[in-house]
Each structure stands twice: as structure tokens, then as C-alpha cells.
């Protein structure tokens, strides 16, 4: 079975494009940023060092700190396929991050993306 793509696709390159989605419906890079480190623990400065090292996606995922635990919690269809029905693990983590910042682009509240009823500071 040969590798998809985007499993070698440099996230730097395709993190503008995540901004701009949801620039063009009203929302922010920060709020893009905030979903990215709520899915997958880096911290802004780990961010920055990751769009700056040109990582590909499955290194990005690989190193995430601390991928978070309610990522389970993500259901929908993104691509055509069930986010939660996806075999390969790092598809599966590729596909959660779209549906978020599909989620962020059509309007919803920071509190239902992040799947919790509160913030934390």
C-alpha cells in the first residue's frame, strides 16, 4: 500500500492555507492557532518552530506533545469520509485538524470546537 501525499506535504505549507479558510469567513489565524495547539500540544513557540523547520505532516503529528485525548471526540464527514471511521491513525489526526478548521470556517463557537462547555484561560 503506497503512502498518501500528504503524509510527506509540509505542514508550513499548508498552515496558510488553513488561515486564510478561515480569514475568508471571519475568523482568525490565532483562532487557527489555538485549535492546532488544543489538538496537538505544541505551544505557540512550538508552532512557530514547526512552520520554521518546514516539518512534514507526519513528523508534525509524530512529535506533537501531548495529541489531545478528546480528539476522540470529533465525529463528522470531512472529505467525503467519516472522520471517525478512518483506519490509519495519522489520516485519522490529518482528517480531525480539517474538520476543526472546517468547523471554525462555518461559524461555530470556540467552546463546541474544542469540545469542552468552558475555556481555560
Given at each position: ?41 505544541y ?30 471526540l ?48
Open positions: 500500500m503506497t503512502q498518501a501525499r500528504i503524509f510527506t506535504t509540509s505542514f508550513a505549507s499548508v498552515y496558510p492555507l488553513y488561515v486564510q479558510k478561515a480569514e475568508r469567513k471571519g475568523r482568525t489565524g490565532p483562532e487557527v492557532d489555538q485549535i492546532i495547539c488544543w489538538l496537538t500540544g505551544d505557540n513557540a512550538g508552532l512557530k518552530q514547526v512552520l520554521a523547520d518546514g516539518l512534514d505532516f507526519e513528523t508534525f503529528f509524530a512529535q506533537a506533545p501531548a495529541f489531545n485525548s478528546n480528539a476522540a470529533i465525529t463528522g464527514v470531512i472529505c467525503g469520509h467519516r472522520v471517525e471511521t478512518i483506519e490509519d491513525p495519522l489520516m485519522q489526526q490529518i482528517r480531525y485538524l480539517d474538520k476543526l478548521i472546517d468547523e471554525l470556517a462555518r461559524g461555530r463557537k470556540m467552546s463546541s470546537i474544542l469540545r469542552s462547555s468552558t475555556l481555560s484561560p
